[in-house]
T-cell receptor, first 114, second 112 residues
Framework: DQQVKQNSPSLSVQEGRISILNCDYT??????FLWYKKYPAEGPTFLIS?????DKNEDGRFTVFLNKSAKHLSLHIVPSQPGDSAVYFC?????????????FGTGTRLTVIP | DTEVTQTPKHLVMGMTNKKSLKCEQH?????MYWYKQKAKKPPELMFV???????INESVPSRFSPECPNSSLLNLHLHALQPEDSALYLC???????????FGSGTQLSVL
């Protein structure tokens, strides 16, 4: 059973516009969430994280929003750039339990059109 | 140094071959991981080493054999693999009991 879900396998956005990637989770014990970015034939790279004590975390063009009641998080990229084209994975865990309890979503492929 | 280095980047092997994948990190992380990733799928956890001891083996077939010679190095020994084992093999590390993983760039393995 997939505990972290990314229901959109792909997303295309025009350069300069906002990209919104969504992620849903089912386990109410999850309280730490991360987004990873992955280029083809490379390992995932950590992008941004958020813990459940916050509902928003911002880092430059990237903002993650957490809605605990809906068990939903989203990643906003503004403005989107062609170099942002990659697969984005969200991941979740009960914090402090170690990365071996990290559950990944299936990924969303973002294409930013110049 | 915030890198996890994996070698080789690409590997093609026959089903009777023996090969090894190598991983190195110098961030002082005490937890190291092997993941397997197929195209369009999330990474799947295979093994976890914590303080150089194998702490988790996620029911991986014995044709995959991990080894942690020291706190900076992690190997994955491969023997008698099957074509369905073809995938991207990722090494990762983290501070113990911290959820954030640092991944290497992976070894793209093809089994013929």
């Amino acid at each position: 059973d997939q505990q972290v879900k990314q229901n959109s396998p792909s997303l295309s956005v025009q350069e300069g516009r906002i990209s919104i990637l969504n992620c849903d989770y089912t386990n109410s014990m999850f309280d730490y969430f991360l987004w990873y970015k992955k280029y083809p034939a490379e390992g995932p790279t950590f992008l941004i994280s958020i813990s459940s004590i916050k509902d928003k975390n911002e880092d430059g063009r990237f903002t993650v929003f957490l809605n605990k009641s809906a068990k939903h998080l989203s990643l906003h990229i503004v403005p989107s750039q062609p170099g942002d084209s990659a697969v984005y994975f969200c991941a979740a865990s009960p914090s402090g339990s170690g990365a071996n309890n990290l559950f990944f979503g299936t990924g969303t492929r973002l294409t930013v059109i110049p | 140094d915030t890198e996890v280095t994996q070698t080789p980047k690409h590997l093609v092997m026959g089903m009777t071959n023996k090969k090894s994948l190598k991983c190195e990190q110098h961030m002082g992380h005490r937890a190291m991981y092997w993941y397997k990733q197929k195209a369009k799928k999330p990474p799947e956890l295979m093994f976890v080493y914590s303080y150089e001891k194998l702490s988790i083996n996620e029911s991986v077939p014995s044709r995959f054999s991990p080894e942690c010679p020291n706190s900076s190095l992690l190997n994955l020994h491969l023997h008698a693999l099957q074509p369905e084992d073809s995938a991207l093999y990722l090494c990762a590390s983290s501070q113990a009991d911290i959820d954030k993983l640092f991944f290497g760039s992976g070894t793209q393995l093809s089994v013929l």
